[in-house]
């Protein structure tokens, strides 16, 4: 009987040499180890076998089961490896050194109005500030007067990650940061803090022709001494102007938002369809733009600003909308969607 478990191990290593494919690999697999296997086959003899030859040979057929399951993996990853290197030898030849043809492509529309954005901001005055996609709970939540557990965060549906920390749901993550980066000169020189941090944002959001679960904001704040609602006003109308090159019709309505009060909704007529409804406006006329409002006294005192000396406006400026006023994109779903078809009309002037 060993000598069946010889040679059946010489007759598999003289197959396996010969396999040069996955498929084949796998045909080899199920011949040996298969339910009707030539290696399960080999227990069917055991009937005419002593208890104690029973036990000696079942081993040594385990081992050879053993054997060529490793052998298998061995070839399996060998067989990879192998695909692998085709593949990449397959690859056609490019000088990395060549500069690039800067004619061959061109930025993307989100790309364009952030640069546009930010551009009109610093000529107010205002710092550009990046910040991490990555928050912890406390910059996304707790310091914005939204302690664990409230409702608020309803509001949002997060994406969180397996060691506490999550997707930013709002730039509005940046606020404490940027607070404590500039309370020392706001204080101490009388600088006033004016800052925007555009960015990427994630929520778990039903994507439709105005929703995505990806897209793009951009905060600004400014704190100073005596800043009103006014101010927040001049300063969005002015934006607002700026990037369509013409005046734009804007309402300001009621609106919750726990690290303001109070809180607005600014919304301006759609660009799309003139303000007579469509899918992107909801058939309202309106597009929801801007969530802004006077910067809560409590998100101040946790960035280390006295809200009795101090106020301040904070908005958050949906970019991706602010594309597809600009753009008449109709269906928030291209911007995401990679098709160069779509967004190879979008050139840069800069």
């Excluded at 940027?178 to 039903?206: H, M, Q, S, T, W």
Aim: proline letters at 4%; aromatic letters at 8%; a negative charge.
């Amino acid at each position: 009987m060993e000598s069946k478990i010889i040679s059946l191990r010489d007759k598999f290593e003289a197959e396996l040499q010969k396999i040069e494919n996955l498929a084949d690999l796998e045909g080899i697999r199920v011949a040996y180890l298969g339910k009707k296997g030539s290696v399960t086959d080999l227990l069917k003899g055991m009937k005419e076998l002593s208890n104690e030859e029973k036990k000696t040979f079942g081993q040594k057929v385990n081992e050879l089961k053993g054997t060529v399951a490793e052998r298998i993996a061995q070839k399996t990853a060998e067989l990879k490896e192998k695909e692998i290197q085709l593949e990449i030898n397959s690859m056609p030849e490019f000088d990395v050194s060549m500069p690039a043809n800067m004619d061959r492509g061109s930025y993307h529309p989100i790309t364009l109005v952030q640069r546009e954005c930010e551009r009109i901001f610093k000529s107010m005055g205002f710092t550009v500030e990046d910040y991490s996609e990555v928050v912890s709970d406390y910059e996304c939540f707790e310091s914005l007067n939204i302690p664990k557990h409230h409702p608020a965060r309803d509001m949002q549906d997060t994406y969180y990650l397996e060691n506490g920390q999550l997707l930013k749901s709002q730039t509005s993550a940046a606020q404490n940061a940027i607070y404590k980066k500039y309370k020392d000169a706001l204080v101490n020189d009388g600088v006033p803090i004016k800052a925007i941090f555009p960015g990427r944002c994630f929520r778990n959001e039903a994507t439709d022709a105005c929703h995505e679960n990806t897209f793009f904001q951009m905060e600004g704040v400014m704190v100073d001494k005596n800043i009103s609602i006014s101010n927040l006003i001049y300063f969005m109308k002015t934006m607002l102007s700026e990037v369509f090159k013409k005046d734009i019709n804007v309402r300001l309505r009621p609106g919750f938002f726990p690290f303001v009060e109070p809180g607005f909704e600014l919304d301006i007529s759609c660009l799309i369809c003139g303000g007579e409804g469509c899918p992107s406006c909801k058939h309202s006329g309106w597009l929801e733009l801007c969530p802004c409002g006077m910067i809560h006294p409590e998100v101040l005192k946790a960035g280390g600003i006295d809200p009795d000396e101090y106020t301040g406006f904070a908005f958050g400026l949906g970019l991706t909308r602010l594309v597809m006023m600009k753009y008449g994109i109709k269906d928030i779903r291209d911007l995401n969607s990679g098709s160069l078809k779509s967004l190879s009309q979008f050139t840069d002037d800069e």
